[in-house]
C-alpha cells in the first residue's frame, strides 16, 4: 500500500512540475457561481471534490484510502456531457471547496491541476464524443526536500 501512496505522489508531483505553474491570485469573500448545465451530484465519493449530476461511478476502476488523516485515492466516473462544459464546472465548482487551481492541461485529454494546504487534487477528463470519463485523483502534497538537506547519494 506504501507503493500506492507513493506513486500517487510521484504521479501528482510530476504532473505539476511537468506542466507548470499558472498560479492564481486568491479572491476574498464567498465564490460567485456562474450560471452552468452542469449540477453537482448528491452523492459524493469524497465530500469536498464534486461530480457533475448524472456521472456514474465506476467502483471497478476506482480505489482509496485514509488513514490518520491521509487519503489518497482515484475514483472514475463516467457519463455523457460536452468536455468543455465539465472543464468549466470544475473551474466554477472547486474553489467553492477551497481548493485553489494551479493549471489545465489540454493535450487531447484535459488535466486539472488543484491544491490546498496539505492535498493535491488533479481531474482528468477523457472525452470519447459526448461520453466523458473524468478521474479524480486525491493525495497528499509532495514535500520537496533541499538538496543539501537530503543524504547524500551512494
Same mark, same amino acid.
Not at 13 to 26: R, T, V
Not at 66 to 90: H, I
Not at 110 to 131: H, Y
Given at each position: 500500500?506504501?507503493?500506492? &501512496?507513493?506513486?500517487?505522489?510521484?504521479?501528482?508531483?510530476?504532473?505539476?512540475?511537468?506542466?507548470? $505553474?499558472?498560479?492564481?491570485?486568491?479572491?476574498?469573500?464567498?465564490? +460567485?457561481?456562474?450560471?452552468?448545465?452542469?449540477?453537482?451530484?448528491? +452523492? /459524493?465519493?469524497?465530500?469536498?471534490?464534486?461530480?457533475?449530476?448524472?456521472?456514474?461511478? /465506476?467502483?471497478?476502476?476506482?480505489?482509496?484510502?485514509?488513514?490518520?488523516?491521509?487519503?489518497?485515492?482515484?475514483?472514475?466516473?463516467? @457519463?455523457?456531457?460536452?468536455?468543455?462544459?465539465?472543464?468549466?464546472?470544475?473551474?466554477?465548482?472547486?474553489?467553492?471547496?477551497?481548493?485553489?487551481? /494551479?493549471? &489545465?492541461?489540454?493535450? @487531447?485529454?484535459?488535466? /486539472?491541476?488543484?491544491?490546498?494546504?496539505?492535498?493535491? $487534487?488533479?481531474?482528468?477528463?477523457?472525452?470519447? @464524443?459526448?461520453?466523458? +470519463? &473524468? +478521474?479524480?485523483?486525491?493525495?497528499?502534497?509532495?514535500? &520537496?526536500?533541499?538538496?543539501?538537506?537530503?543524504?547524500?547519494?551512494?
Amino acid at each position: 500500500m506504501k507503493t500506492k &501512496i507513493f506513486v500517487i505522489a510521484l504521479l501528482s508531483f510530476a504532473a505539476i512540475a511537468f506542466s507548470g $505553474c499558472a498560479m492564481l491570485s486568491k479572491k476574498e469573500g464567498p465564490p +460567485t457561481r456562474a450560471p452552468s448545465l452542469l449540477e453537482p451530484s448528491l +452523492t /459524493l465519493k469524497f465530500s469536498d471534490v464534486p461530480v457533475p449530476a448524472g456521472f456514474k461511478f /465506476l467502483a471497478q476502476d476506482s480505489y482509496s484510502f485514509e488513514s490518520a488523516g491521509v487519503r489518497v485515492g482515484v475514483l472514475k466516473y463516467k @457519463g455523457r456531457a460536452n468536455p468543455d462544459l465539465v472543464v468549466n464546472f470544475y473551474k466554477e465548482q472547486m474553489p467553492m471547496y477551497n481548493w485553489n487551481l /494551479l493549471n &489545465i492541461v489540454e493535450y @487531447g485529454e484535459s488535466l /486539472l491541476n488543484f491544491e490546498r494546504e496539505n492535498e493535491s $487534487c488533479i481531474i482528468g477528463l477523457l472525452a470519447k @464524443g459526448r461520453t466523458v +470519463t &473524468i +478521474t479524480v485523483s486525491v493525495g497528499p502534497k509532495a514535500q &520537496i526536500v533541499p538538496r543539501r538537506a537530503r543524504e547524500p547519494i551512494k
